[in-house]
């Protein structure tokens, strides 16, 4: 199972701040959280990640509690191509690929 | 730089046909996996590899098989296909373990009838 908790859908206006918020209380100091999004049907494509620092992209922010508990995705600037389903993971093993995918958060930006 | 490339992108098969769906990277990844996709679902993962050689069970591994012979390619075997196997299929591959994205591929639809 998903060690994750996300909001099942999102409404965002064109032009704000998206911010989709994570729970994953059972975190365990060496797993990082990553962020996927995947736009139709088309493959999962990688926004970003971080362990206990807050990090930013050119695509995106990641805001990290300090107790790790939680964290959220920041789309600074949403546009209708931001609308996907998007997925906040906790890498599970300490080695290989096992991405752990949950049913993730459905954004809709709206014009 | 073709990043992850699966082939084929669409396919149909009778119940019971067996078939690969490839996937291979150049980029010179030692990890590789596999993940089935069905609808309005997350992505679980059916096999992995952490090198050549190398192969691991994931989360929905039966009724599939894999290889690893070498590092580029990874591909996922139906030996008896049946309708519960109908899905998006989604093969990925990353550097190393921890502290590494993965990059997808475009997935290969398959339909068994």
């Known amino acids: 199972d998903a060690k994750t908790t996300q909001p099942p859908s999102m409404d965002c206006a064109e032009g704000r701040a998206a911010n989709l918020p994570c729970n994953h209380s059972?975190?365990?100091?060496?797993?990082?959280v990553y962020w996927y999004r995947q736009i139709h049907s088309q493959g999962p494509q990688y926004i970003i990640h971080?362990?206990?620092n807050n990090e930013t992209n050119e695509m995106a922010s990641l805001i990290i509690t300090e107790d790790r508990k939680s964290s959220t995705l920041i789309l600074p600037h949403a546009t209708l191509r931001d609308t996907a389903v998007y997925y906040c993971i906790v890498r599970e093993d300490n080695y290989g690929q096992n991405f752990v995918f949950g049913p993730g958060t459905r954004l809709s930006v709206l014009p | 730089n073709a990043g992850v490339t699966q082939t084929p992108k669409f396919q149909v098969l009778k119940t019971g046909q067996s078939m690969t769906l490839q996937c291979a990277q150049d980029?010179?990844?030692?990890?590789m996996s596999w993940y089935r996709q069905d609808p309005g679902m997350g992505l679980r993962l059916i096999h992995y590899?952490?090198?050549?050689?190398?192969?691991d069970q994931g989360e929905v591994p039966n009724g599939y098989n894999v290889s690893r012979s070498t590092t580029e390619d990874f591909p996922l075997r139906l030996l008896s296909a049946a309708p519960s196997q109908t899905s998006v299929y989604f093969c990925?591959?990353?550097?190393?373990?921890?502290?590494?994205?993965?990059?997808f591929g475009q997935g290969t639809r398959l339909t068994v009838v």
């Open positions: 971080g362990l206990k």
């Open positions: 590899s952490v090198g050549a050689g190398i192969t």
């Open positions: 059972t975190i365990s100091g060496n797993e990082y």
């Open positions: 980029m010179n990844h030692e990890y």
């Open positions: 990925a591959s990353s550097w190393g373990a921890l502290n590494t994205e993965a990059f």
